[in-house]
């Protein structure tokens, strides 16, 4: 390891803050959107609950009424959603400066 490589590389973070601007994710709860920012990194429903402190059977009620909400079929698709969100955000942002 070089003097100048970090310890460890940061890993690219789903901010929920991000996606609560988001018209289509609004119906969600602060907790909602931070398990699928969460679920958007590709995390499983324990190591979220690990990270959020709960069970994982809460995680399996948030997943199910985010589906709901969202009105897809599965955790991938909410997870696309999510992604979409951030990326859309991030190229609004990155717009303003060419």
């Given at each position: 390891m070089?003097a ?20 289509l994710l ?14 958007a ?27 709901k ?12 959603i999510?992604a ?14 060419f």
């Open positions: 070089s100048t490589t970090p310890k460890s590389a940061p890993r690219p973070v789903f901010q929920y803050e991000r996606l609560a601007t988001n018209e609004s119906g969600l709860t602060k907790r909602q959107l931070q398990v699928l920012a969460l679920l990194q590709g995390k499983s429903n324990v190591e979220i609950a690990e990270d959020l402190g709960v069970s994982d059977k809460t995680i399996r009620f948030c997943i199910s009424a985010i589906l909400t969202l009105k897809v079929r599965n955790r991938t698709q909410a997870a696309l999510a979409k969100a951030i990326g859309d955000q991030s190229s609004e942002r990155s717009s303003g400066f």
